[in-house]
């Protein structure tokens, strides 16, 4: 009786052993669920940005002064009431 009960004992730690670290165990549970947690604050931040590119988009399509004031600053353009003055770099005359 007491070699039956060891070798349940052998059986049932291994068994345990496998359950806790073997592939597709606990340890690679746990693993999985951190992951999966990541990839969600990844997505809930994509979607964010989404969505203030797509407000973004709606605002260069719709807001006349918003167009012009990102011609200026991208472009560099200039109404026709304003005169374009450049400078040289005195470092490059010498």
């Known amino acids: 009786m ?14 345990l052993f496998q ?8 340890i690679d549970y ?3 669920e951190k992951i999966i947690a990541q ?3 990844n997505l809930r931040k994509i979607l964010n940005e989404n969505e ?6 709606e605002k260069i399509k ?9 011609v200026r600053e991208n472009l560099g353009a200039i109404t026709e ?7 040289t ?3 490059k005359e010498k």
């Open 89 to 91: 770099d005195p470092m």
């Open 39 to 41: 990839q969600k604050d």
């Open 81 to 87: 009431s304003e005169y374009l003055v450049l400078f």
């Open 19 to 26: 359950l806790v670290f073997a592939d597709r165990g606990i």
């Open 62 to 70: 719709n807001d006349r002064s918003y167009q012009i004031k990102l």
């Open 30 to 32: 746990l693993r999985t």
């Open 2 to 15: 007491s070699l039956l009960i060891k070798i349940s004992w052998g059986i049932t730690l291994l068994l």
């Open 52 to 57: 203030s590119l797509i407000l973004e988009i």
